[in-house]
């Protein structure tokens, strides 16, 4: 059986990971904080060091990090994946990044004989434990599918999207459409609050039409009863549509709802509030609504 690694035990990674030792792979495991890799490393996982550790021990590495500069961290820095190289590896980035970044991981791996794929994923905190992710690729085929039997327990889907950077570019497609859903459930909300509505059987009743979604269906019940817990990161979101925007430049591609709640989630980053999952978006338009009061 080939040696995993994995990289990144945060709310994702780790459940992620739990998933991949259940069904019998033997893994090594980094995360920056070795606090946060105990659990994995009490069910089996066996701990390295660094990035350049996991790539020297493991035929298949896995990472799935923080931010763009982690993931540049992890591939490119001193102790990272790519200074200690070994002909015939996979490397798969599932977390959500630069697409450009995610092409320059391609062309290094072809350098010096690793096949990537950038990998990411959607499905939050509830589909990583389930394994109901949905994985988006880029990268070659016959990569993709040797990593066939990995993706099936991890996700309930997963598709080849095209070349490196389309599984990136088609994670910001998902992430700009979860930012003007998310949008809508919470002035949804808001609106039946004002009107007295009983939240939890109007969710009830317009999930099971045309206004059906994900984020209704699973985080709409969490601000109904204010829990704020993150399934993802308010951070990470605005990293993520940081990305998104960054890439509309180069398009000369102007995306007014994406701004718009970009900023609205700056607002709550700005308050401190940015480890609160995304549902707290809502916390925001309270607040823009008090202040409307006011004037």
């Given amino acids: ?157 997963y598709i080849l999207e095209g070349p490196a950077g389309s599984g990136s570019h088609t994670k910001m497609a998902n992430q700009i459409t979860i930012a003007g859903t998310m949008g809508g459930v919470c002035e949804a909300l808001l609106y039946g609050e004002k009107n007295n509505l009983d939240l939890t059987t109007l969710v009830n009743t317009i999930k099971s039409g045309a206004a059906g979604c994900w984020s209704l269906d699973n985080l709409a019940p969490r601000i109904i009863n204010n829990n704020f817990d993150p399934g993802f990161y308010i951070d990470h979101f605005i990293k993520d549509m940081k990305i998104a925007l960054d890439e509309c430049k180069k398009l000369n591609l102007n995306l007014p709802t994406l701004k718009l709640v970009e900023q609205l989630y700056e607002k709550l980053q700005e308050n401190g509030q940015g480890k609160l999952g995304t549902q707290a978006l809502i916390i925001a338009l309270r607040d823009l609504n008090k202040s409307k009061n006011k004037e």
């Fill in 1 to 157: 059986m080939l040696k995993i690694g994995w990289i990144g035990t945060g709310v994702m990674g780790k459940s992620m990971c739990q998933r991949l030792l259940d069904a019998g792979y033997s893994i090594n495991v980094y995360n920056r904080t070795k606090d946060k890799a105990e659990e994995l490393i009490d069910q089996g996982a066996t701990y390295c060091n660094s990035p350049k550790e996991i790539a020297k021990t493991c035929d298949i590495v896995f990472t799935i990090v923080g931010f763009v500069k982690d993931v540049e961290q992890v591939y490119f820095g001193e102790d990272g994946l790519f200074s200690a190289p070994k002909k015939g590896q996979i490397f798969c980035d599932m977390t959500t990044t630069s697409p450009t970044l995610s092409k320059k991981i391609f062309e290094k791996g072809k350098e010096v004989g690793v096949s990537t794929l950038d990998a990411p994923v959607s499905g939050g905190d509830i589909g990583a434990k389930n394994g109901t992710l949905s994985i988006m690729v880029g990268g070659e085929k016959e990569t993709f599918n040797k990593m066939s039997e990995y993706f099936e327990i991890l996700g309930k889907s």
